[in-house]
Antibody
């Protein structure tokens, strides 16, 4: 059974750093495209980042240069390192396993339950 | 990257059909067949309902269908049921190798 369990969220002051983890089971993170998507309170979904099987990474303009997506194949875990956090980074952060692939891209299909990040002084 | 444009809300009665539009640009919706739709119930993770404009993942009801014309994609739900009441988001691949979501549409089943 595919499972994704996020952790690492919490309350952090503006300018601080946080690392989110997404522990995967039932599949290998290294063999799948993996994504992070966030949702601010009462707002819509916002795509954050993706890491491809080959290691290529891509970011939304809103987080580029501040966030870093990575994975640890030995721990079968996906990470999101978030630096220089801002108030508008406050959101529930979901990790997702991307499947239904074609043409070099895939769709987020399996989702975790999310971890809440609050950036506030 | 600007969010795709969706109506804030739509409504319909049980058994009826509704359509939700999703308008982007030639750099996203209009330029690729990589458009998807997600359903999200309150407090839950999103669920993929449509991918590649019009394909359904295994297990998704055939009451859900997708299409695209130019820079606008559409999700149609036929035979509305109470459990269809949720928020719906479109998403598109972009020319920057990123993804962009729509602002979301709240579907109310009257």
């Amino acid at each position: 059974e595919v499972q994704l369990v996020e952790s690492g969220g919490g309350l952090i002051q503006p300018g601080g750093s946080l690392r989110l983890s997404c522990a995967a089971s039932g599949f290998s993170v290294s063999s799948n495209y993996m994504s992070w998507v966030r949702q601010a309170p009462g707002k819509g979904l916002e795509w954050v980042s993706v890491i491809y099987t080959g290691g290529n990474t891509y970011y939304a303009d809103s987080v580029k240069g501040r966030f870093t997506i990575s994975r640890d194949n030995s721990k079968n875990t996906l990470y999101l390192q978030m630096d220089s956090l801002r108030v508008d980074d406050t959101a529930v952060y979901y990790c997702a396993r991307d499947v239904y692939c074609g043409g070099g891209t895939c769709y987020s299909y399996y989702w975790g339950q999310g971890t809440r990040v609050t950036v506030s002084s | 990257q600007s969010a795709l444009t969706q109506p804030a809300s739509v409504s319909g009665s049980p058994g009826q059909s509704i359509t939700i539009s999703c308008t982007g640009t030639s750099s996203d919706v209009g330029g690729y067949k990589y458009v998807s739709w997600y359903q999200q119930h309150p407090g839950k993770a999103p669920k993929l309902m449509i991918y590649d404009v019009s394909d359904r993942p295994s297990g998704v009801s055939n009451r859900f269908s997708g299409s695209k014309s130019g820079n606008t994609a559409s999700l149609t739900i036929s035979g509305l049921q109470a459990e269809d009441e949720a928020d719906y988001y479109c998403s598109s691949y972009t020319s920057s190798n990123t993804w962009v979501f729509g602002g979301g549409t709240k579907l109310t089943v009257l």
